[in-house]
């Protein structure tokens, strides 16, 4: 009798729950610790987030399966239903997970098992706020909850105005068994927009054809009225400074020239095993016209859905829902959006911007500046007719501790030139003399003129500088001169540089720069614009390429920066989570 109590007790014990009288005890793991695995090492601290400590999840908007097209029909359509449309389109817009590439997109977390829980146990995720992100599986079994499970968390959006939404979410774990319920949480953050600078290399550079067709305007289109032509010859020498991908439009004629305007690269990152995971974020530029209807954001935008959303490749957005007054948009572009490399106390670098009289929309700017981790330094650009921030300085390599200086448009310099070359009987040479410009002035002309506008735009690159000086650091003898002349747009009043701005150029690598032909006063055979600008950069280390671009883009207003983009190779910086560990110096 004793042996067959003690058998079915064995029975019993076997088939029937143990029930321990103690409630579920949930416990949920995000990489807090940042080192790309999850542990118990990650426990500590995880219910909030700091610079130091705290799990990261990127925005998922690029398109790892290609899922998303864009008709062509919809690059010419008036109005802004269609970006709307086009910027809805992403891996995060779905309900799945778009295969393996996607998968790596998404930031891991872990339910411990809790073998103790019965066959009857729930469980849900809930994430505050619910619209930011959301977690695959999205439904949890008492099998899950009983063995343990992997989950992955999916950012649906970035930080757009901090005030309304810091990139920060609560994930929580509630689990009920026997009528007792319990919790844990974890907190985490969306991945700012980081932009690159341009000391890092270029990987992939951006820039445009000329397209044959006519638009809605029924002639020439507007950005070739602009860049009256000899796209040859400016492809030319730029594909002998670097490899180029050259960017086509439409037939209709939407696509403009300027590569650089149209949108402001940057990158998400979160930690994994091995490093950094990357994500780049295409930030189109915050234009919106009345053409050809009210309230179009600029179609060239529209192409980056086409041409380079993909595989880890997204492209954001912040538009608004009407025109910028007068010539207050022409400062929504890219190239009104610079950066600064890393230095001491910014270890990310900062952003750069144009604002003024004029000011780039409220909106596009917030977002753009509002990620938290390259505080922004703003100059007034308002007294240039373009008014962007890349007219007037760039960043160079240097010979100094942080690793880079500016270079700065001089026309003081141009105006000391010209003076030069004719007090050593240059007096007749022509500047522009070897282009299709139909204004050839002579040394004499120039000088005689008394150079209206230069003086001007001098002392507001002065004022310019005094901001930047104090805002980085540098020396004034640090700076890299280089001469442009500038003079006053009819009917406007405002400056723009009459001789090809030779700052406003391309990067390709810290040691390489492609810099507009200047065209300038010859004297024995040499341009001394092109002596002086060469002398300058070689020393702080860094080569010239010249390319022509006075018909494609100088006479439109813009020079190579403006008429090319960049991707650049971003690894091998400090994560922008580990800013206390940056050594505040840029590649060499």
């Not at 079994?141 to 968390?153: E, I, P, Q, S």
Request: aromatic share 6%; net charge neutral.
């Amino acid at each position: 009798m004793r042996l067959l109590t003690a058998g079915l007790a064995t029975l019993l014990t076997a088939v029937t729950p143990v029930v321990t009288g103690v409630g579920p005890t949930p416990r949920l793991t995000a990489d807090v610790n940042r080192d790309g695995v999850l542990t118990h090492a990650d426990d500590a601290g995880k219910t909030t987030w700091t610079d130091n400590r705290g799990a990261i999840f990127l925005p998922n908007l690029d398109d790892d399966e290609h899922r998303c097209t864009v008709d062509p029909a919809d690059l010419n359509a008036p109005g802004r239903a269609v970006d709307d449309e086009l910027a809805a389109c992403n891996d995060a817009a779905d309900d799945r997970i778009d295969g393996p590439r996607d998968a790596a997109d998404l930031a891991p977390l872990s339910i411990d098992a809790e073998r103790n829980l019965s066959g009857e146990a729930t469980g849900t995720i809930t994430i505050a706020p619910a619209d930011k992100a959301r977690v695959f599986p999205s439904t949890l079994t008492a099998k899950d909850l009983r063995h343990g499970v992997r989950l992955l968390l999916e950012g649906r959006d970035i930080v757009r105005d901090p005030k309304k939404w810091d990139g920060q979410i609560t994930v929580t774990l509630s689990v009920t068994d026997h009528g007792r319920t319990a919790t844990d949480a974890v907190r985490m953050r969306v991945a700012p927009l980081m932009l690159q600078n341009d000391l890092q290399p270029a990987q992939t550079v951006l820039a445009g054809r000329p397209n044959t067709g006519q638009g809605w305007w029924g002639g020439t289109p507007p950005y070739q009225q602009g860049a009256p032509g000899e796209w040859r010859s400016f492809a030319a020498a730029l594909r002998k400074a670097t490899k180029v991908r050259f960017v086509r439009g439409t037939p209709e004629g939407w696509k403009d020239m300027w590569l650089q305007d149209s949108f402001e690269p940057a990158t998400v990152s979160m930690p994994a095993v091995g490093g950094p995971h990357t994500m780049r974020i295409l930030i189109r530029s915050g234009n919106v016209w009345d053409l050809p209807a009210a309230n179009t954001p600029r179609p060239s935008g529209r192409l980056l859905y086409r041409d380079l959303r993909g595989p880890d490749v997204g492209i954001v957005q912040e538009l608004a829902d009407k025109a910028s007054p007068g010539l207050d948009d022409l400062l929504n572009m890219g190239g009104n959006v610079e950066s600064l490399p890393p230095y001491a106390g910014y270890p990310h670098g900062r952003i750069v911007y144009g604002s003024g009289e004029r000011h780039p929309d409220a909106g596009f700017i917030t977002m753009v500046t509002g990620q938290g981790y390259q505080p922004p330094v703003v100059v007034d650009t308002s007294w240039l007719m373009i008014g962007h921030a890349d007219e007037t300085t760039h960043v160079v390599r240097a010979n100094n501790a942080r690793g880079w200086t500016l270079a700065v448009a001089d026309p003081r310099l141009a105006a000391r030139l010209l003076r030069d070359v004719q007090r050593r009987g240059g007096e007749n040479t022509r500047l522009f003399a070897d282009t299709n410009s139909k204004y050839k002035p002579t040394v004499d002309e120039l000088l005689s003129s008394g150079l209206p506008g230069n003086e001007d735009a001098a002392r507001h690159i002065d004022d310019q500088l005094k901001i930047l000086l104090k805002a980085t650091g540098l020396a004034e003898r640090e700076l890299v001169r280089l001469p442009v002349i500038f003079d006053r747009v009819p009917g406007y009043g405002l400056l723009k540089a009459m001789s090809p701005g030779l700052t406003n150029g391309l990067s390709v690598t810290a040691r390489s720069f492609a810099a507009p032909d200047p065209h300038g006063p010859r004297l024995h055979g040499r341009d001394v614009f092109k002596q002086a600008t060469e002398r300058a950069l070689q020393q702080n280390g860094v080569r010239v390429h010249w390319v022509e671009d006075f018909f494609w883009a100088h006479l439109g207003g813009g020079e190579v920066h403006c008429a090319t983009n960049a991707l650049r190779d971003t690894g091998g910086t400090t994560p922008w989570w580990a800013g206390n560990a940056g050594t505040g110096r840029s590649p060499r």
